[in-house]
């Protein structure tokens, strides 16, 4: 009677936790796929059962954090552009308009930039002077001297100063005063030569004129200790 007792809550706990089978399934089949299901934990249960409100509350105040910060970067960033794009500006505005003449050129010698002030010494427009050679406006002699010049430049690194004669894109010839520095070009990160040009003209003019009254005195004054003896 007692082993029929146990049989009988044997079969009422497998029949209370056991699901019904399929038909046409076989009871081994089941028990099979039954045991192959992972068993969750029971900080898995808890997980799934509560949520974690610790943990939600940390990851958003970190997202608040990250978005702030975010902003104050996008901010900076717009505002050191800003003031890079206003000081070009103001840059190109102080080249453009310059009373001495600025050319920049590149390794090749070619004009990359030119102001107005040296536009009008070279008889050039400003939008046509560009890709045009510096040397163009040189005799061969003063090109030979100008590269010369130019190597001295990017070897030492130091500005240039000298006296030459340039051609105006009309043919004509006047004194120019140039000086040649290097320039870094941020887009490239190589060095440009820059040129400032300044009309020696009327100067080289008075020279020659006083020069010219020099030698007419000198000659007078021979002339007379000749007389006097």
Known sequence: ??????????????????????????????????????????????????????HDKQLLHDLHAFQVERD??????????????????RYRDLYAEAPVGFLTVGVQGKILMCNRRAADLLRLRVSTASGR?????????NAAA???????????????TYELELRRADGRLFWAELTMNLARDSSEGT????????????????????A???????????????EDL
């Open 133 to 141: 050679r510096i040397t163009e406006f040189m005799s061969a002699e």
């Open 72 to 89: 104050v970067q996008n901010e900076r960033l717009r505002r050191a552009q800003y003031d890079l794009e206003v000081s070009d500006a």
């Open 1 to 54: 009677a007692f082993a029929g007792r146990e049989d009988v809550k044997r079969d009422t706990r497998r029949t209370r936790y056991s699901k019904p089978i399929a038909s046409g399934q076989s009871s081994e089949a089941h028990v099979s796929r039954e045991q192959e299901r992972p068993i969750p934990t029971l900080d898995q249960r808890a997980d799934s059962a509560v949520p974690d409100d610790a």
């Open 146 to 160: 100008y590269a010369k010049h130019v190597a001295g430049l990017y070897r030492t690194k130091s500005p240039v």
């Open 191 to 210: 060095d440009l030569c820059r040129l400032a040009i300044t009309d020696q003209t009327d100067r080289k003019r008075m020279q020659d004129e006083t």
């Open 212 to 226: 010219r009254l020099v030698a007419i005195v000198a000659s007078s004054d021979q002339a007379i200790f000749s």
